[in-house]
C-alpha cells in the first residue's frame, strides 16, 4: 500500500504548500482522503490517474479540505471522461453541502446530470462503515461550533491502518484514531501554542505513549510550525512525499 501527499499545507498555503489531500493506493483500494481548494492541481502535478479513484473521504467543509471537490467532479464529466463510480463520503450534511460547494463555485453545476455512477455516503462520529474494501471509523473532532460537524478517520484497508486526525483541538478520542496505527497522520498547526479548534505537536507528543502509532507524521502547519522544523524530531510531511506502508 502506498500514501502519497499530495497537498500537506494549512488553509492559507503556508510555505508554498497545497491544501489537504492524501492519496492512497494498495491492490484493491484506491482513495483520497480531503480534496481541499487546490487539489485538482496537486494531482494532476503528480500525474495520478483521477479516473481510478474510487472513493474520496472529507473530513470536514472547510475549502482547504472540501473545496476541491467542484473542480475534481467537473474535470471528471468533462475532462478525465470517468466513467468508473465516484463515491463521495463526508459527514452528516454532505448532500447539502455538496450541493452548496458546486453552486457557489460553478452556478447551476449542481443540476449537471453526470455521466457516471456518483455517490454522497454521510457517516457520523461513532460510525464504522465498509465502502470500496475499506473499513472506516469515524470520531468526533473538536474544530468549532460552525459549518460542523468534523471528523477524525481511521481507515483499515487489509491489515493496514491509517489515521487520520483532520483538523481538530486535542481530544482523547484521538487516542482511538490513532492507536497502534501503521500510519498517524497529525495536524501539527502549531508547535506548543495552545489555540482553539486546532492541535499542536506538544499535545501529540504528550500522548503519544497511550497512542502507539507506528509512525506519526505531521501536517497541516503553519508558517510558525514550518519555521521550526529544524528542531522538531518527528516526520513532517511534504507535497509529493510517499510513504509505502
Ligand atoms: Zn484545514
Ligand atoms: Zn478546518
Redesign the pocket.
Known sequence: MKLQFIGSGDAFGSGGRFNTCFHVTGSHINFLIDCGASSLIALKKNLINLNDIQTIFIT?F?A??FGGIPFFILDSQFFSKRQKPLTIVGPNGLANWYKKVMEVSFPGSSKTKLKFEFSLVEINAGEKINIDNVVVESYQAQ?GILNGPFLSYRLTAGEKVISYTG?TEWTDDLIHVGKEADIFIAEAYFFDKLIPYHLNLASIVQNLPKIKPKRLILTHMSDDMLGMLKEIKHEVAFDGMNVFI
Do not use: I
Request: without cysteine; hydrophobic residues 0%.
Open positions: 470536514h472547510h482547504d479540505h474544530h483538523d
